[in-house]
């Protein structure tokens, strides 16, 4: 947790700027004090032949699908100050481009979940702030 | 929203054979006042190897995921009637042609979700009406 | 239902090991009674470019989504177990190799679910037994 999914054209992203997008997701949920682990970013090349926006193929549209488990908060000014942090975040790798931008979050449950085996430490908890400094899971 | 991902053997689906499956979706979509470019259907093919029915690798499989953004309803009665309606729309692209199919829909939370950075406009508002006759999103 | 991605760096199962994982999940629903067909299984290849945990490149991290469907329960110690039971079956196929393995699992709606163009049987029910039975749907 989180789980972002990128689906983008062909040829969009370099390496290097893949690595930077990832690095700019890492750093939204560090500053939540999440280990930076739990953020793992996977890129996705659909070609245009299967990839609609409607009834059109599309070669410049980013679609992304992000999935919280960790943190949920049902306070609905942090909900949408969350949308419109990602949307600052994401505009210069999509928007700023020239690229069509959507993307939603999920949210599942955190009971769910386990990390190398382990299920991962209560938020804002000891061990947390533990796996956090060392950037990694160990038994708590 | 909603988001369709096809999962599909290699070779199932023509260019034109994927547009007109995308075209069906969003038809479905834009009966109910949506805007056509809400709707993203994204074809992922997945080789026998890699596509497991049981404990079976699958030639002829198509697994469906769908995911709701912008309309819920809580009516047993309506839900129930969507399932169907989409497994009607799906027959022709699937079982009709020998293909084995399985779909879900998921529910995703309406105010985690961002169009070219805006928060899509509500249900049945005028911005949305506006939305679905340009076809693009534009501030309200 | 259920449905598993797993997210894996090229190379890292032949045909056989997929199969072979495919088996071990199935064989864990089968003994709750479902369906075999019931669980399907998808493998993705995702190259260390495009796959991130944190802000680094991944060449031995294996993600799991898994989504479930027909069965949900409320009990925490019910839901514990099953994170538990999932992580011993994945480890031979991830950490006992090495491979670093994070999963989760979502919870949709049971009655937004169809196969082959039939709402699937109440769990637990005369049908579902014969689904099981006979490994495939048929009217009920």
Chains 1, 2, 3 share one sequence.
Not at 98 to 123: K, N, Q, V
Request: hydrophobic share 35%; net charge negative.
């Amino acid at each position: 947790m989180p789980l972002w999914h990128v689906y983008h054209p062909p040829g969009t992203y370099t390496p290097q700027q893949k690595q930077q997008l990832a690095a700019d997701i890492t750093g939204f949920y560090t500053r939540f004090g999440l280990p930076k682990f739990y953020v793992v970013t996977l890129f996705h090349e659909v070609d245009a032949s299967s990839f609609y926006v409607g009834d059109e193929p599309s070669r410049n549209a980013v679609r992304i699908v992000v999935e919280h488990i960790a943190r949920h908060t049902d306070e609905p000014v942090l909900r949408k100050r969350t949308g419109e942090v990602l949307a600052e975040l994401l505009a210069p790798h999509t928007k700023d481009r020239g690229l069509y931008c959507e993307f939603h979050i999920d949210e599942t449950p955190r009971d769910l979940w386990m990390i190398d085996g382990i299920a991962p430490p209560p938020s804002h908890s000891e061990a947390e702030r533990r796996w956090a400094e060392e950037n990694r899971p160990t038994p708590y």
